[in-house]
């Protein structure tokens, strides 16, 4: 299934939010909504696990939005600690025809984690999801999880304190680090076997 990229701006609470869209071809089953990585240590829509995750919703029939937190690319505003980065996502959420899955990797994990406590959700795939840096609610138990082995950034352990009281399983990539480097294409099987 190809792919075609659009650029979207969406309004959002500190001004305008950038998108790149990436749709499949034919109607899509729904959308996906992902989030990049922290953006002041570089986290952009263009980050590589995040576009593997669009590519690998796109391969699944759903149009996958990719917006670029406050302050980052097109995107107006400054960081906010979190807070206004979920109001962002939220904002692009609202303009989302149902079924919506979230996904998101490192801090955007975490950004989602916040944000399905406000929103109707189809399904969740949270990648290196960032518990040590910020207070990550329980998420719905059909919610996808997957580690890296040897993350450097967010230590197993902490992933698995988080996730035990909730009994929710751990997909765990052997040898990954935190940007799965050399492991992407394992983590976009993982989520087309795990979210079809």
């Known amino acids: 299934m190809r792919a075609s990229t ?4 969406v309004a959002g609470p500190a001004g305008r939010i950038e998108c790149a869209v990436d749709a499949p071809e034919g109607d899509p089953r729904g959308r996906a909504l992902i989030a990049h990585p922290h953006p002041q240590f570089g986290g952009t829509l263009d980050n590589k696990v995040v576009q593997t995750l669009a590519r690998a919703f796109v391969e699944l029939g759903y149009e996958s939005w990719r917006p670029n937190f406050r302050g980052i690319g097109e995107s107006e505003g400054s ?29 955007g994990a975490a ?24 207070d990550v609610p329980r998420v719905p138990p059909n919610t996808l999880v997957i580690h890296g082995e040897r993350d450097e950034t967010i230590p197993l352990a902490a992933v698995l304190d988080w996730a035990r009281p909730q009994e929710l399983p751990v997909v765990l990539v052997p040898d990954a680090d935190h940007f799965f480097h050399r492991k992407l294409n394992i983590l976009r099987t993982i989520v087309a076997q795990c979210s079809g």
């Open 79 to 107: 960081y906010d600690e979190g807070r206004g980065e979920v109001e962002d996502l939220f904002s692009v959420y609202r303009l989302l025809s149902p079924p919506v899955i979230l996904a998101g990797f490192s801090f």
């Open 111 to 134: 950004m989602q984690a916040m944000l399905a406590t406000r929103v109707k959700v189809e399904r969740m795939v949270l990648v290196g999801v960032a518990v040590t840096n910020f």
């Open 6 to 9: 659009r650029r979207e701006h």
